[in-house]
């Protein structure tokens, strides 16, 4: 008799040699998925994301005041792209931990390019707003006056301001032994000053910084019967450097120069350290204002020796030095961007429509109750959300709600309606996720407002941010428990609602609401992952979810099936799923994506992805939802999900994906998702190269664009 051990091998292969050689043939033709050449940086493709945000202003088809904030936004996007990208970069070559992603690109590089496409890019946006948005603006009686355009008038009345409200706020600092160079708030105004003379106490070092007053609005309105005709606004910039002299009397100002640093402002919170993270996120929160330098941003007539002596100081390489020609901190010029008294040079206004449901419906629960309600925002309102989570406050059968907050706003509504809920003595509990970024303040804010009002207020998981959009209520019904869900793919943020577009699902579907409680039980307690029987989440099934989907979608193209994926998403940076969607392509299926920002995935590769097609949509609204649908062999599946085909997403956040049944539903999503594959005038497609081309329209061809056919068919609102 064999050993057991030799009962236990496998078969050997009845193949014949011919089989044989076909399936090393098969082996070899196949395509190496993980080759460098297939991927795109991930830094690379955000910055081509800023620049396309860019090119909005050059098109003459938005209004002026529109193609103003698109330029401005870029600014507030490439301050965080220092912040947190290119800060991320130099901190791994500064700590020798060099990390390479599925492009194999070394950080090294990856900062050489940035440098070099991000001097380029800045250079032409000061070009766009001196050359064309200004001078536009002008026409329309709208201008910014430099120093040297000043009527008389207006100098003495600039004078009389510095005087009374800007010089007693303003500390100059000279630089000597006993005055070191100080240190500096990331993205502050400050001025660079070149001195000669001796002081009172014999001092002559020849410099001194003079920082911007941080509580003074940096652009002031001149007042209208010195504005020689529409509206005149000044720079706090050129307030300051046009009376520097009064700030050094009796000393020759021989130069005077606006500078701005960029420091890395990411939290770096250590779980194994964290014993109170609202304490500990505090204390990271004012570090992040003096965080290392990044970037040197000053003006364009700044001596060499100036800017030299300047990186010096801030231990930065020329190639990190910004010259431009205009003010520094361009993003406050959002004033006069947000201007509402100039409707010609604005969107026109609309009404965010009301599903048929609910136009008349004074009781939520008995609707909801009925049906599932869609809402897509903001084209239809987010009203509803708000005004069911207001009547759950109020109403003595509703026992208790849970939320998770990421990005709310600590006087919003929804707070408010959490607040009036706990005081009306429900059980609330909150969610509330600190590590939003650059919303930590207010979220610190939030949390101690519903704890104040008696909410019982969870910070989630140390190390895995809570980034699902859950509202759960749960009401007595007769003698049963009834529960009410809201499931989105965006924020409770009722600002973001009407810039935003995003998906809300109002539901009573017994299991989808099992497992919503589900999740949340997972959050505020302890305890293995609990099985859910619709909801996808991460970090546990969604990842897997997806890929399960997209390998049954490849099979079914194998097959001879019906086999096609459509996806909408901000970003795609999972090497798993580039390679699972590359795998779908060649089996032979038909792949959409919609990928707003970041997307590493190249398609149009041979053998690779030609069946792939990626799409970016930038107009008036800034693309938010996350939709996932497959044609399944003729039974679609689809999703609507809070994450994004990103690593942190799929493996290092709460996230949940929530399934959309019924043939009614499903199909008003697809039908809109078509329509961003139809557009022709605000998308652009990624080449194989990594560029975007811009999708050309026939001389005959109408103009298609999804935003603004969304807005006729929810809004009425015409071209």
């Given at each position: 008799?064999?050993?057991?051990?030799?009962?236990?091998?496998?078969?050997?292969?009845?193949?014949?040699?011919?089989?044989?050689?076909?399936?090393?043939?098969?082996?070899?033709?196949?395509?190496?998925?993980?080759?460098?050449?297939?991927?795109?940086?991930?830094?690379?493709?955000?910055?081509?994301?800023?620049?396309?945000?860019?090119?909005?202003?050059?098109?003459?088809?938005?209004?002026?005041?529109?193609?103003?904030?698109?330029?401005?936004?870029?600014?507030?996007?490439?301050?965080?792209?220092?912040?947190?990208?290119?800060?991320?970069?130099?901190?791994?070559?500064?700590?020798?931990?060099?990390?390479?992603?599925?492009?194999?690109?070394?950080?090294?590089?990856?900062?050489?390019?940035?440098?070099?496409?991000?001097?380029?890019?800045?250079?032409?946006?000061?070009?766009?707003?001196?050359?064309?948005?200004?001078?536009?603006?002008?026409?329309?009686?709208?201008?910014?006056?430099?120093?040297?355009?000043?009527?008389?008038?207006?100098?003495?009345?600039?004078?009389?301001?510095?005087?009374?409200?800007?010089?007693?706020?303003?500390?100059?600092?000279?630089?000597?032994?006993?005055?070191?160079?100080?240190?500096?708030?990331?993205?502050?105004?400050?001025?660079?000053?070149?001195?000669?003379?001796?002081?009172?106490?014999?001092?002559?070092?020849?410099?001194?910084?003079?920082?911007?007053?941080?509580?003074?609005?940096?652009?002031?309105?001149?007042?209208?019967?010195?504005?020689?005709?529409?509206?005149?606004?000044?720079?706090?910039?050129?307030?300051?450097?046009?009376?520097?002299?009064?700030?050094?009397?009796?000393?020759?100002?021989?130069?005077?120069?606006?500078?701005?640093?960029?420091?890395?402002?990411?939290?770096?919170?250590?779980?194994?350290?964290?014993?109170?993270?609202?304490?500990?996120?505090?204390?990271?929160?004012?570090?992040?204002?003096?965080?290392?330098?990044?970037?040197?941003?000053?003006?364009?007539?700044?001596?060499?020796?100036?800017?030299?002596?300047?990186?010096?100081?801030?231990?930065?390489?020329e190639s990190e030095l910004y010259e431009v020609n205009g003010p520094v901190n361009l993003a406050r010029l959002f004033r006069i961007a947000s201007k509402v008294n100039f409707p010609a040079l604005q969107y026109k206004p609309f009404v965010p429509a009301l599903p048929k449901a609910l136009k008349h419906a004074e009781d939520l629960f008995a609707v909801v109750a009925k049906q599932d309600v869609l809402l897509l925002h903001p084209y239809e309102s987010f009203a509803p959300v708000v005004d069911l989570l207001r009547q759950a406050a109020k109403d003595p059968q509703v026992l208790a709600i849970k939320q998770t907050l990421y990005r709310t706003g600590a006087d919003s509504e929804i707070v408010d309606a959490l607040v009036d809920?706990?005081?009306?003595?429900?059980?609330?509990?909150?969610?509330?996720?600190?590590?939003?970024?650059?919303?930590?303040?207010?979220?610190?804010?939030?949390?101690?407002?519903?704890?104040?009002a008696g909410a019982m207020v969870i910070y989630g998981v140390v190390g895995i941010k809570t980034h699902a959009k859950l509202m759960l209520i749960q009401r007595r019904e007769g003698s049963e428990l009834v529960r009410y869900a809201h499931l989105g793919t965006g924020n409770y943020h009722t600002g973001n609602a009407r810039l935003y577009t995003d998906y809300s699902l109002l539901t009573s579907d017994e299991v989808l609401c099992e497992d919503v409680h589900k999740l949340f039980s997972q959050l505020t307690g302890m305890g293995k992952a609990l099985r859910m029987k619709k909801l996808l989440q991460a970090p546990f099934t969604l990842k897997q979810g997806l890929l399960d989907l997209i390998a049954q979608e490849t099979a079914?193209?194998?097959?001879?099936?019906?086999?096609?994926?459509?996806?909408?998403?901000?970003?795609?940076?999972?090497?798993?799923?580039?390679?699972?969607?590359?795998?779908?392509?060649?089996?032979?299926?038909?792949?959409?994506?919609?990928?707003?920002?970041?997307?590493?995935?190249?398609?149009?590769?041979?053998?690779?992805?030609?069946?792939?097609?990626?799409?970016?949509?930038?107009?008036?609204?800034?693309?938010?939802?996350?939709?996932?649908?497959?044609?399944?062999?003729?039974?679609?599946?689809?999703?609507?999900?809070?994450?994004?085909?990103?690593?942190?997403?799929?493996?290092?956040?709460?996230?949940?994906?929530?399934?959309?049944?019924?043939?009614?539903?499903?199909?008003?999503?697809?039908?809109?998702?078509?329509?961003?594959?139809?557009?022709?005038?605000?998308?652009?497609?990624?080449?194989?190269?990594?560029?975007?081309?811009?999708?050309?329209?026939?001389?005959?061809?109408?103009?298609?664009?999804?935003?603004?056919?969304?807005?006729?068919?929810?809004?009425?609102?015409?071209?």
């Amino acid at each position: 008799m064999e050993p057991a051990s030799m009962n236990s091998r496998a078969p050997r292969s009845t193949r014949s040699p011919t089989d044989a050689a076909a399936a090393n043939d098969a082996a070899a033709a196949a395509p190496d998925l993980g080759e460098r050449r297939l991927y795109i940086n991930r830094e690379l493709s955000q910055l081509a994301f800023n620049i396309r945000v860019l090119d909005q202003a050059l098109d003459r088809r938005t209004p002026l005041l529109e193609r103003l904030k698109f330029l401005l936004i870029f600014s507030r996007n490439m301050d965080e792209f220092f912040e947190i990208r290119v800060a991320g970069l130099k901190g791994q070559i500064a700590l020798d931990h060099e990390l390479l992603g599925a492009d194999g690109m070394p950080p090294r590089q990856v900062l050489a390019e940035i440098s070099a496409i991000a001097h380029q890019q800045i250079e032409r946006q000061y070009a766009i707003l001196n050359e064309r948005i200004l001078p536009e603006l002008a026409t329309h009686g709208i201008r910014i006056a430099r120093r040297d355009q000043w009527t008389h008038k207006q100098k003495q009345w600039v004078r009389r301001h510095f005087r009374e409200e800007v010089a007693p706020l303003v500390t100059p600092i000279g630089l000597d032994p006993t005055h070191p160079f100080p240190l500096l708030v990331n993205k502050s105004l400050n001025f660079i000053v070149q001195l000669d003379g001796t002081d009172a106490f014999g001092r002559d070092s020849g410099l001194a910084v003079v920082p911007a007053p941080r509580v003074l609005p940096r652009l002031i309105r001149v007042p209208d019967d010195i504005a020689e005709g529409g509206d005149c606004y000044v720079l706090l910039s050129s307030i300051i450097h046009a009376h520097a002299e009064e700030l050094f009397p009796g000393m020759d100002v021989l130069g005077c120069y606006q500078f701005r640093l960029t420091r890395n402002a990411d939290l770096a919170l250590d779980p194994e350290d964290v014993e109170d993270l609202a304490l500990a996120l505090r204390g990271e929160l004012y570090s992040r204002r003096f965080g290392d330098a990044v970037r040197l941003e000053v003006a364009d007539n700044c001596p060499k020796a100036l800017s030299a002596h300047l990186l010096k100081q801030f231990g930065l390489a020329e190639s990190e030095l910004y010259e431009v020609n205009g003010p520094v901190n361009l993003a406050r010029l959002f004033r006069i961007a947000s201007k509402v008294n100039f409707p010609a040079l604005q969107y026109k206004p609309f009404v965010p429509a009301l599903p048929k449901a609910l136009k008349h419906a004074e009781d939520l629960f008995a609707v909801v109750a009925k049906q599932d309600v869609l809402l897509l925002h903001p084209y239809e309102s987010f009203a509803p959300v708000v005004d069911l989570l207001r009547q759950a406050a109020k109403d003595p059968q509703v026992l208790a709600i849970k939320q998770t907050l990421y990005r709310t706003g600590a006087d919003s509504e929804i707070v408010d309606a959490l607040v009036d809920a706990a005081r009306a003595g429900k059980e609330v509990t909150a969610v509330v996720e600190l590590r939003a970024r650059f919303d930590e303040e207010s979220n610190l804010s939030l949390a101690s407002r519903l704890q104040q009002a008696g909410a019982m207020v969870i910070y989630g998981v140390v190390g895995i941010k809570t980034h699902a959009k859950l509202m759960l209520i749960q009401r007595r019904e007769g003698s049963e428990l009834v529960r009410y869900a809201h499931l989105g793919t965006g924020n409770y943020h009722t600002g973001n609602a009407r810039l935003y577009t995003d998906y809300s699902l109002l539901t009573s579907d017994e299991v989808l609401c099992e497992d919503v409680h589900k999740l949340f039980s997972q959050l505020t307690g302890m305890g293995k992952a609990l099985r859910m029987k619709k909801l996808l989440q991460a970090p546990f099934t969604l990842k897997q979810g997806l890929l399960d989907l997209i390998a049954q979608e490849t099979a079914h193209a194998a097959a001879g099936k019906e086999a096609r994926i459509l996806i909408k998403v901000n970003a795609l940076t999972d090497a798993k799923m580039i390679r699972a969607l590359y795998k779908a392509s060649i089996a032979g299926v038909r792949v959409d994506l919609i990928v707003r920002g970041m997307c590493c995935l190249r398609p149009g590769v041979p053998g690779v992805s030609e069946r792939i097609r990626v799409r970016s949509v930038i107009g008036r609204f800034l693309e938010h939802s996350r939709a996932y649908w497959f044609a399944n062999a003729g039974e679609p599946l689809l999703y609507l999900s809070s994450a994004d085909l990103m690593e942190r997403n799929l493996d290092r956040r709460v996230e949940c994906a929530f399934p959309i049944e019924g043939k009614k539903l499903q199909q008003r999503i697809y039908s809109a998702l078509e329509l961003y594959l139809d557009d022709n005038s605000s998308a652009a497609e990624l080449q194989a190269d990594g560029s975007y081309r811009p999708v050309a329209r026939a001389r005959d061809e109408a103009a298609r664009d999804v935003q603004q056919q969304l807005l006729e068919k929810f809004c009425g609102v015409e071209a």
